[in-house]
């Protein structure tokens, strides 16, 4: 018997008794008071006559007096049951009612629907632990794209929010505690559709503790982790989680890579964003003396990037701890007097980076009204706020929870970026550039989609046999129009992958091998086109050899395209 049957008998188990005695009670009064039959010798009912007439009369219904007219006493003792079975009833449906506000009924039988829920999902989900901002923006990623995704959230009221949010399949969301083993495998962590798991709870231990629970329960399911430590990171390092990310961290990084590679830091932004994005020109961080307000998580990974390229650094921190090698300022920042004192007149930058947006604000408004000059960097803690900060414009903002759900995304839609980016910021300014005047001519200044492809059965069967078979197709061929083979789809080759080698921005002419993982940057209608020859197998000998004109001419006919127009794009 499952529990919600249980907890649901159990919350009507007096009613239920009442009700029972009732009937059994007034079944002894039948079968013990005597009637007159038709003959007029005295009578008793049976037992089961008893249980028939008690049924049809505690239930409101009747059918008369069986099996002859009653006496005056089993009249009155009739009349007894009736008024009882009524007030019985009446305490048994107001019960049954009252369930509905039960919380403990109601979570059960929502488990129950989502546990039957998640046990008939047959296509790929991903296990979302936490839904605060980075939660819902990972979400709302993933239903655009088609990914089914299942929600286990601490916070029961924010879990029933889900059913109301605008979703183009319907969301699984479980209120409970993503360090529980149970919760997990409640949402499926052991189905084999299951492919990844994100520990995205504003809680660093919670987060730990699913990564570890997925990495013994199910080793294979691949886990991204929020970790707003370095000891946590670290500690999630140690037992093999596979994609730690710590956003003040990763900003700390990325700071540090603005002010020593401009180029790079633009080109690996513009490729995280979202499909879309307008490439606007960036303001390098500039070197001098820099004022930092807030001496916490955040304000240290940016310290730490401005002591990497030697900048001077006064941090501006309500408790005025002695660092070593730091000059501290005590205040928030929000008035005129810390800020002189911590040298703003004379300084290049100004960095807020407390955990208050309106005292951030308040930082940098304050700042730049004493020197109208200064870069300003501003962390932004709550997406709500951000007409405000946008009305604001400062030069750099850090929002954690776009930073991580960007970065999760990168991961979650091309597992291939992650190396790409992380090869492309040791390449020098040069190679940078180059690359992202190529881009912006082939692509325009739109940010452009992302993606990979793997030359196996299941992603690209076409090529995939031709490989296997004996056959040649090199890197150009993957990026031909599958209409007219001589021109070129809106595609760029960005990295190849092939065991453990890897060779970036591989050369038309590259040969291509089974199994070898491509990444590439176009447009999403390109992408949607380059998917015909890569398991269209007519198609694929079109492009590849040209000896089937006509299956380029029944493409052209299936579906038009315009020819690509070439561009004179410069970067802005």
Not at 82 to 100: E, K, Q, R, T
Not at 163 to 188: C, K, N, T, W, Y
Not at 301 to 320: C, G, N, Q
Not at 508 to 537: I, K
């Amino acid at each position: 018997m499952n529990s919600t049957l249980l907890l649901t008998l159990r919350r009507l188990r007096a009613p239920i008794i009442l009700l029972i005695s009732i009937f059994a009670i007034g079944m002894v009064g039948l079968v013990l008071i005597p009637g007159v039959d038709a003959d007029g010798r005295p009578w008793h009912m049976s037992i089961f006559q008893a249980f028939y007439f008690t049924s049809y009369t505690a239930s409101t219904i009747g059918f008369g007096e069986i099996p002859y007219p009653f006496s005056d006493r089993q009249r009155l003792w009739v009349t007894a049951i009736i008024y009882a079975s009524v007030i019985g009833w009446a305490y048994l449906l107001a019960n049954i009612l009252s369930l509905g506000r039960d919380q403990a009924v109601r979570k059960a039988f929502a488990d129950r629907r989502f546990r039957r829920s998640v046990e008939a999902l047959v296509e790929p989900f991903f296990l979302i632990c936490g839904f605060g901002e980075t939660g819902r923006l990972i979400a709302r990623a993933l239903d655009k794209r088609g990914r089914r995704f299942v929600v286990v959230e601490i916070d029961e009221t924010r879990a029933q929010q889900i059913d109301l949010m605008e979703f183009r399949q319907v969301p699984l969301a479980l209120a409970g505690d993503a360090r529980l083993p149970a919760s997990l495998e409640a949402a499926g962590l052991r189905k084999d559709q299951c492919r990844g798991v994100l520990a995205l709870t504003n809680d660093d231990h919670a987060n730990l503790a699913v990564a570890m629970t997925v990495r013994l329960l199910e080793p294979n399911v691949p886990v991204l982790a929020r970790a707003m430590t370095r000891d946590t990171a670290a500690n999630m390092a140690s037992f093999g989680t596979d994609h730690i990310i710590n956003p003040f961290a990763h900003f700390g990084e990325r700071l540090a890579l603005a002010i020593s590679a401009p180029a790079n830091y633009r080109l690996l932004t513009w490729l995280e964003a979202l499909p879309g994005t307008q490439l606007e020109p960036i303001a390098t961080p500039p070197r001098g003396a820099w004022v930092v307000c807030g001496y916490g998580r955040f304000g240290r990974e940016v310290v730490r990037a401005f002591h990497e390229h030697r900048l001077e650094v006064t941090v501006i921190d309500p408790t005025a701890s002695v660092y070593p090698d730091l000059k501290v300022v005590r205040g928030t920042g929000t008035e005129a007097e810390p800020l002189a004192a911590a040298g703003i007149h004379s300084a290049v930058g100004i960095v807020a980076g407390t955990d208050d947006d309106v005292n951030n604000l308040s930082i940098v408004v304050t700042a730049r009204e004493l020197n109208p000059t200064l870069y300003t960097i501003v962390r932004q803690n709550l997406q709500a706020n951000q007409p405000l900060f946008d009305a604001f414009d400062a030069d750099m903002t850090m929002v954690s929870s776009q930073l991580i759900a960007s970065e999760c995304l990168a991961v979650v839609r091309t597992p291939l970026l992650q190396p790409f980016l992380e090869f492309a910021r040791h390449k020098d300014a040069d190679w940078a550039d180059a690359l992202l005047e190529r881009l912006l001519i082939a692509l325009g200044d739109l940010s452009p989609a992302v993606w990979s492809v793997t030359l196996n059965i299941s992603e690209a069967p076409a090529m995939y046999r031709l490989l296997m078979h004996g056959g040649h197709a090199k890197v150009g061929d993957l990026v031909r129009n599958p209409a007219r083979r001589d021109e070129q789809l809106e595609i760029v080759p960005l990295y190849l992958q092939r065991g453990e080698g890897a060779f970036d921005l591989p050369a038309d002419d590259f040969e291509l091998q089974p199994g070898d993982q491509v990444l590439f940057a176009g447009r999403g209608s390109a992408r949607d086109r380059q998917q015909a020859l890569l398991r269209n197998e007519k198609v694929r000998d079109y492009v590849v050899t040209g000896h089937d004109p006509s299956t380029g001419w029944l493409w052209r006919r299936l579906r038009p395209r315009r020819s690509i127009p070439q561009r004179d794009a410069r970067v802005p």
